[in-house]
């Protein structure tokens, strides 16, 4: 009896030649999206770059090595220059010029180089005063800023050894009871050697280097988004989650569209004065609403449970969720519309979706991807969604910040929807 | 200008693929006629119906629903169609099934919660307006599917098959059903392949077979057209026909299958003996005989040399 209701469900699937199929195409595409996406993360040459935006206020010789060494480094991107328009570049100005930078999410970091920073740039204990590197972090990229971190100290060590040098004699002279002038001389003249043969050469790529906070160059780390969030990371997950969420209960409800051709509804419906557009039309809006109404319900308990500001940002979350809910129920129409049974509809979807919320951002954050794979997820409908939520929710970007992903969901949402009203044609008369 | 008739319909021909599903198809009926379309399965008669929603676009030929074409917003007014499957929603009650396809053929406010009201009374399910449609018996939700075409108030009424699966007693209530559409002036195109039902409620029957009309009148038209005066002679025996008197009988224009026989005959007294003595002589015993004034089934029987529910 066993074996019986076994071979029928085996039979049945051998009958839909496209779920048969996409059952064994599904893991194996999916194993390979993601294998390709973390093949990178074991070899250093891949390792994805971090973006740091550097201002040099302190002008001297000092911090000028400082920051070209900076640039030498291979795990990071150094922007110290912005894009105008005409595709002309200024430097960056000030600290302030580099906090909106991160404000707005150019890079994830920016460095300030105070001045009198090339005095002494090294320090060998946290109680000495002096002027002080501060990061601005953009922490919805929680990683960057320690790595980042360990970075510079690793950068100050093995580009100005001299300074190191010249700093450890002269805690010695403090400490030690005093230098003769003699050994002073010849101190000099090493450490003039030592600054003629460090100068030019470049340090080992790569990072490594302590993130302890007794580190020989002082940092201060400034949180410039999250010290004034509640609860910082809830709104990365709310945006990621709901969008793939979302997707996945417009394909399900799409598979409507499937029951009501097998039923014989379809049938009935296209030959009253409802035409195949307006049934489409019809059932774009139901699930839009439908959508709407489920991100609404996920944001306001973030704002309960997990301190999600939802009340301060209504209008924003209102636009993105409106065009999100649209693009991802034109999405869906597609998928039913691809589809010929519910079993195609299921394995496509899980396709689809899971692939596009992997390279999206919806399980694990882009900033983790290389470069190349985060450019490729800029085609998936969740990488735009959770960016225009991040803007709205995690950086306070006016309205206007949003056209660039009111504008694609909008455009995908037209696209997808005139190619579900293609699809949709088989149904039309025989 | 007198109105153009309900239906016509002009050399209707349609291929699936290598399959031909209507080769030439004509038929015209008045209006308030019930004109039965009655052949075996995949004679052609689903397809027939949905060229004339709009539903299937035939290769060649015309199709007039009171004198204009079946896309046509009025015509689809017009109409009604009742599908062979029961094409609602399981989860809406009775009242908002009614009330979605009144909406889908442009019924709104008063008028539509006016022909709500009547199709429940109608159909006998005022009581269970509210339970979910899933949970009504097999007839109900048959007769809840003619509802749902009927909502509109078309004038013309396509049924395919309204009666497949069920009982006598709910046929019984959905015939009653088409009476009251025929009384009020509504025309009715019924496909059928049960001859009963195109007996009793159809004033013209059209015998379709592989796609083409073979036969179009009344019962008695039909019959007499085809049959003359005969009567119908069935002859049910107890094992199979053997071949050499299944060549004999069919060369006395009998029409064999299996372990019965049909003859149209027209002297019965003289002709009964004679076939009686034909099986005696090859040992063929006689389990049942029967000598029935012409039907339909016999006139299909005469016309395809297959049975109708072949």
Same mark, same amino acid.
């Given at each position: 009896m066993i074996f019986a209701v076994a071979r029928t469900h085996f039979a049945k699937l051998k009958r839909d030649r496209a779920a048969f199929v996409?059952?064994?195409? %599904? +893991?194996? %595409?999916f194993f390979s999206v993601f294998a390709s996406i973390f093949r990178g993360s074991s070899s250093r040459a891949t390792t994805r770059q971090i973006s740091v935006v550097v201002v040099d206020e302190d002008r001297s010789a000092n911090s000028a090595r400082f920051v070209e060494a900076l640039k030498r480094e291979k795990g990071l991107r150094v922007l110290d220059t912005r894009s105008l328009p005409g595709g002309r570049t200024a430097p960056i100005a000030d600290a302030a010029a580099a906090e909106a930078m991160v404000r707005s999410g150019d890079a994830p970091l920016a460095l300030i180089v105070p001045r009198g920073f090339g005095s002494s740039p090294i320090r060998f204990g946290p109680s000495e005063g002096g002027p002080t590197l501060t990061v601005l972090a953009d922490t919805s990229d929680p990683i960057a800023p320690q790595v980042f971190y360990g970075l510079l100290q690793k950068v100050a060590m093995t580009s100005m050894p001299d300074v190191m040098a010249e700093t450890g004699i002269e805690q010695m002279d403090r400490w030690g009871g005093g230098l003769t002038a003699e050994q002073k001389a010849t101190l000099q003249k090493n450490v003039d050697r030592l600054r003629r043969e460090t100068r030019g050469a470049e340090p080992a790529a790569g990072g490594g280097g302590s993130d302890s906070d007794g580190g020989l160059v002082p940092v201060k780390v400034r949180d410039v988004l999250g010290e004034q969030k509640k609860n910082p990371t809830v709104a990365v997950f709310a945006a990621g989650l709901g969008v793939m969420f979302l997707l996945f209960s417009a394909a399900g409800a799409g598979g409507a $569209?499937? =029951?009501e051709v097998e039923s014989g509804t379809l049938d009935r419906i296209l030959s009253t004065r409802v035409t195949m557009t307006q049934l489409l039309l019809g059932k774009l809006f139901y699930l839009s609403t439908v959508a709407l109404a489920q991100l609404t319900v996920m944001f306001l308990w973030g704002e309960v449970f997990f301190g999600l500001e939802l009340h301060r940002h209504v209008p924003g979350f209102l636009v993105m969720a409106v065009v999100t809910a649209l693009s991802a129920s034109a999405f869906g129409l597609v998928l039913a519309a691809l589809s010929r049974t519910r079993m195609q509809l299921v394995a496509l979807s899980n396709l689809l979706i899971l692939v /596009?919320?992997?390279?999206g951002g919806s /399980?694990? +954050? @882009?900033?983790?991807?290389?470069e190349s794979v985060q450019k490729i997820g800029l085609v998936t409908l969740n990488a735009w969604a959770i960016d225009g939520f991040m803007k709205v929710f995690w950086r306070d970007e006016p309205l206007v910040a949003l056209l660039p992903q009111v504008a694609f969901l909008l455009a995908a949402a037209v696209v997808l929807f005139s190619l579900a009203r293609r699809l949709a044609r088989r149904w039309e008369a025989a | 200008m007198a109105e153009a008739l309900p239906l016509e319909i002009t050399e209707l021909h349609k291929s699936f693929g290598d399959r031909r599903a209507l080769d030439g198809v004509s038929l015209t009926f008045a209006a308030g006629e019930i004109l039965g379309l009655l052949g075996p399965n995949g004679a052609g008669k689903t397809t027939v119906v949905r060229s004339v929603v709009g539903r299937v676009r035939p290769d060649s030929g015309t199709v007039r629903v009171f004198g204009r074409p079946p896309d046509d917003p009025r015509s689809k007014a017009a109409v009604g169609y009742v599908t062979q499957e029961i094409a609602l929603y399981p989860l809406l009650s009775p009242a908002e099934n009614l009330a979605a396809f009144g909406r889908f053929q442009g019924l709104r406010g008063q008028p539509l919660e006016k022909a709500v009201g009547q199709s429940l009374q109608w159909t006998g399910l005022a009581e269970r307006a509210k339970e979910r449609t899933e949970r009504l018996s097999g007839g109900m939700k048959r007769r809840l599917n003619i509802a749902a075409g009927t909502i509109h108030g078309p004038r013309l009424l396509l049924l395919d098959e309204p009666t497949v699966g069920v009982d006598p007693q709910s046929r019984e209530r959905i015939y009653q059903m088409i009476e009251e559409l025929r009384r009020g002036g509504v025309s009715l195109l019924y496909t059928t392949h049960y001859m009963e039902e195109a007996e009793r409620l159809c004033d013209r029957i059209a015998i379709i077979d592989h796609g083409r009309i073979i036969a179009l009148g009344t019962k008695e038209d039909l019959v007499r057209s085809t049959l003359g005066a005969k009567q119908t002679l069935t002859i049910e025996t107890e094992s199979p026909v053997p071949p050499a008197l299944r060549e004999a009988l069919e060369t006395r224009g009998g029409t064999v299958s299996d372990s019965t026989v049909h003859f149209s005959v027209t002297e019965p007294a003289r002709e009964i003996p004679e076939l009686l003595a034909a099986f005696r002589n090859d040992g063929v015993r006689? @389990?049942?005989?029967? $000598?029935?004034?012409?039907?339909? =089934?016999? %006139?299909?029987?005469?016309?395809?040399?297959r049975e109708l529910r072949e």
């Open positions: 996409l059952a064994f195409v %599904v +893991p194996v %595409v $569209l499937i =029951e /596009m919320s992997a390279l /399980m694990f +954050p @882009r900033y983790l991807l290389s | 006689i @389990r049942d005989l029967a $000598l029935k004034t012409a039907t339909l =089934e016999a %006139v299909f029987l005469q016309l395809t040399g």
